[in-house]
């Protein structure tokens, strides 16, 4: 995972705030890009995923909940990978903010680390605005003909075999729904198809500035 290292080390290279930004109606305004890395069973790796994502609407529905000490929310908890964006696979349709859940969810999973880090991009010993969350998929995860999506969420069960997402088809955005009890999609990204072997190991960095 030595280019995913590198992204964390390198504040020149990962920019720290990355100069994208989503602001919600709260005035937040949060900064985010992946990086994944593909390590095949001969220890050949590759950086296969550099790519600015889209902070949802949701997110800040998030935001408002936690702000505000609603009983029961979380933050972030895990990733999900999914093979359902839109387009063709090799350009699929930009995400949009309006997302709600993954189109074709193939698997999440909870963070393999959550990780403060300072200006230098060295890691932190207090909470900063600066975060990154790491995922590794094993060798017989993830696995499959084609990943196009994925996406941070916050749920209100650590096992990621409990779903609840937010079932409307996209665009649809009813205001009326009450979040507290669902899976909320706070960060989605789309992609170029990637994939991913059996045997082989998928690590993706999302960092956030706040």
């Known amino acids: 995972m030595s ?6 080390s390198n ?4 920019k720290m705030g990355f100069g994208v930004a989503f602001k919600d109606d709260l005035g937040i305004k949060v900064f985010g890009q992946v990086r994944a890395e593909i390590t095949y069973p001969n220890g050949e790796s590759n950086l296969v995923l550099a790519k600015d994502n889209v ?3 949701d997110g ?3 935001a408002a909940m936690l ?8 933050g972030l908890t895990m990733l999900a990978v999914g093979s359902g964006a839109t387009g063709s696979s090799s350009s699929p349709d930009v995400a949009d903010s309006r997302q709600r859940k993954l189109n074709s969810e193939i698997q999440r999973k909870p963070f393999s680390s959550v990780v403060y880090r300072a ?3 060295t890691e932190a010993s207090v909470p900063t605005n600066v975060v990154d969350f790491t995922t590794v998929f094993s060798e017989t995860e993830a696995s499959s003909a084609g990943l196009t999506e994925m996406g941070l969420l916050a749920n209100t069960d650590s096992d990621p075999s409990v779903t609840d997402p ?8 009813t205001l009326s729904l009450d979040l507290t009890t669902k899976d909320i999609l706070v960060n989605y990204l789309t992609f170029p198809v990637i994939h991913k072997p059996a045997g082989a190991v998928l690590a ?3 960092r956030l500035t706040f």
């Open 119 to 121: 200006a230098d991009g």
């Open 55 to 57: 902070y949802t609407l």
């Open 166 to 173: 937010v079932n409307e088809a996209f665009p649809t955005r």
């Open 60 to 62: 800040g529905i998030l």
């Open 67 to 74: 702000f505000s000490g609603e009983a029961g929310v979380s």
């Open 204 to 206: 993706i960095t999302w």
């Open 11 to 14: 504040p020149q290279t990962s």
């Open 3 to 8: 280019r995913i290292r590198d992204f964390i």
